[in-house]
């Protein structure tokens, strides 16, 4: 009896096996599509605004009736982090539609870098008092969001034999 003792490569490419931007990965598509127009709103909405003369100026600024020291960095934080988020979130949906192998470590990174963000931001907003008198849970849910999206997606892009077979460019 003859025996084998050559390394087997990890799972490839099946041509057998799923493939195609079906399955699971449509509400991979629908969630990066959902997340560019709530990321995008979010800057437009609140991010940029803060940094006109009624915002800053009440909470930044150390005659800001509101002032603390950490409104400022706390401000710049949250629009940096969601120009990135947006930036990298476009560019993963590219990725995506043109099934370049690049793409599950995009999105592997955009789910990390989602939840650090949510870790930062919380972290920051529990060190101001009067934000944090004021959150109304919607950080916290964030958090546990973006847990179980990491534990769920990542999970699924390091495992998937479709997300093996269609991502190959």
Not at 11 to 35: E, H, R
Not at 37 to 43: G, K, S
Not at 119 to 130: N, V
Request: proline share 6%; with cysteine; net charge positive.
């Amino acid at each position: 009896m003859e025996t084998n003792l050559q390394p087997q490569p990890a799972k490839a490419y099946s041509p057998l096996g799923p493939s195609g931007l079906g399955g699971w990965l449509v509400l991979v598509q629908i969630g990066l599509i959902l997340t560019i127009f709530n990321v995008a709103l979010q800057l437009v909405n609140y991010n940029i605004p803060s940094f006109g003369r009624e915002y800053w100026g009440v909470l930044a600024s150390p005659q800001g009736e509101l002032y603390h020291p950490l409104w400022a960095p706390a401000l710049i934080f949250e629009a940096a982090a969601n120009g990135v988020l947006l930036l990298l979130a476009v560019l993963t949906l590219i990725l995506f539609y043109q099934k370049k192998a690049l793409m599950p470590r995009m999105i592997i990174l955009l789910y990390t870098l989602n939840l650090l963000i949510v870790i930062i931001d919380y972290a920051l907003l529990r060190s101001i008092p009067m934000a944090f008198e004021f959150e109304d849970g919607s950080t916290l849910r964030g958090l546990v969001r973006g847990v179980l999206t990491c534990a769920i997606w990542i999970a699924y892009f390091r495992k998937s034999e479709r997300v093996r077979n269609t991502f190959v460019r």
